[in-house]
């Protein structure tokens, strides 16, 4: 059975982007060999949480909205989009979900901001010119990003033969925000950085038991030609296997327990 993998609507309002991005997430985990569940974020609380507890992972995908400030305490910047309350009401249940249950968690751009801010972190709500970050779709290679070479990140690109012969700290990625995490979650730590403007890239769960890692750049975009974004996707996917195989294995553990009388 194929790994399942919870991914939220990205914006409740944007129809032509939801048609646009939503495909490109749900080719990257089924090439990467999971199957991706759809979550209704118009649905209701109740409906959310049942479909995500028959999921195996959480994917937070990118959204043009922006999240609240007031979820982190400050005061709206001019630049900062509208929020979408649906999309945020969301991520929330599926990362409660996915904490308690210690499933995998893979944050894209605003799923990584998303989840930065859950874990009580918070935003840089506009950032600096001096490198342009919102660089768009079209441009595969925007910037380098630099790696913390002590980092599940690091592992897993290094793993799968992604990092450059000439340069194994460092990366190039597209670019598509305006925003990035600020102050990092609790439980989270920085594990990329835009080596040019300090920009944090990526934050990854302190937890080793724990599959948690965010980035700011778009993989699914690029699935397909970046050695990188595949390997970032087939880490997630088979992490999210894994806890389904532990999952099957406790409850066979449970179901042998001899029962009296």
Same mark, same amino acid.
């Given at each position: 059975?194929?790994?399942?993998?919870?991914?939220?609507?990205?914006?409740?309002?944007?129809?032509?982007?939801?048609?646009?991005?939503?495909?490109?997430?749900?080719?990257?985990?089924?090439?990467?060999?999971?199957?991706?569940?759809?979550?209704?974020?118009?649905?209701?609380?109740?409906?959310?949480?049942?479909?995500?507890?028959?999921? #195996?992972?959480?994917?937070?995908?990118?959204? *043009?909205?922006?999240?609240?400030?007031?979820?982190?305490?400050?005061?709206?910047?001019?630049?900062?989009?509208?929020?979408?309350?649906?999309?945020?009401?969301?991520?929330?249940?599926?990362?409660?979900?996915?904490?308690?249950?210690?499933?995998?968690?893979?944050?894209?751009?605003?799923?990584?901001?998303?989840?930065?801010?859950?874990? /009580?972190? /918070?935003?840089?709500?506009?950032?600096?010119?001096? $490198?342009?970050?919102?660089?768009?779709?079209?441009?595969?290679?925007?910037?380098?990003?630099?790696?913390?070479?002590?980092? =599940?990140?690091?592992?897993?690109? =290094? #793993?799968?033969?992604?990092?450059?012969?000439?340069?194994?700290?460092?990366? /190039?990625?597209?670019?598509?925000?305006?925003?990035?995490?600020?102050? $990092?979650?609790?439980?989270?730590?920085?594990?990329?950085?835009?080596?040019?403007?300090? $920009?944090?890239?990526?934050?990854?769960? /302190?937890?080793?038991?724990?599959?948690?890692?965010?980035?700011?750049?778009?993989?699914?975009?690029?699935?397909?030609? #970046?050695?990188?974004?595949?390997?970032?996707?087939?880490?997630? $996917?088979?992490?999210?296997?894994?806890?389904?195989?532990?999952?099957?294995?406790?409850?066979?553990?449970?179901?042998?327990? *001899?029962?009296?009388?």
């Amino acid at each position: 059975m194929k790994p399942r993998i919870a991914i939220p609507i990205p914006n409740s309002r944007r129809p032509s982007y939801v048609w646009r991005a939503l495909p490109q997430y749900e080719r990257a985990v089924r090439s990467a060999g999971g199957e991706p569940i759809i979550i209704e974020v118009k649905a209701t609380n109740s409906e959310i949480a049942q479909a995500v507890k028959l999921c #195996d992972g959480v994917l937070l995908p990118g959204s *043009p909205a922006d999240v609240d400030p007031e979820k982190y305490g400050a005061q709206r910047h001019p630049s900062t989009a509208p929020a979408d309350a649906l999309r945020d009401n969301a991520d929330e249940l599926l990362l409660q979900d996915a904490y308690n249950m210690r499933k995998p968690v893979f944050g894209i751009c605003y799923g990584l901001q998303s989840l930065n801010v859950w874990r /009580t972190g /918070t935003l840089d709500q506009e950032l600096s010119e001096a $490198v342009k970050h919102e660089v768009g779709r079209k441009v595969a290679r925007a910037h380098k990003v630099r790696l913390e070479p002590q980092s =599940r990140l690091t592992e897993i690109l =290094r #793993d799968a033969g992604a990092l450059p012969a000439d340069d194994e700290r460092a990366i /190039t990625v597209n670019s598509s925000h305006h925003q990035a995490a600020e102050v $990092v979650g609790d439980g989270l730590r920085l594990v990329a950085w835009c080596p040019e403007d300090g $920009v944090k890239e990526a934050v990854e769960g /302190t937890a080793p038991d724990h599959f948690v890692l965010g980035v700011q750049w778009h993989p699914e975009r690029t699935y397909e030609d #970046d050695a990188a974004s595949r390997a970032l996707f087939r880490a997630f $996917v088979q992490a999210a296997a894994e806890w389904h195989a532990k999952l099957a294995s406790k409850q066979q553990d449970f179901e042998s327990v *001899p029962r009296e009388g």
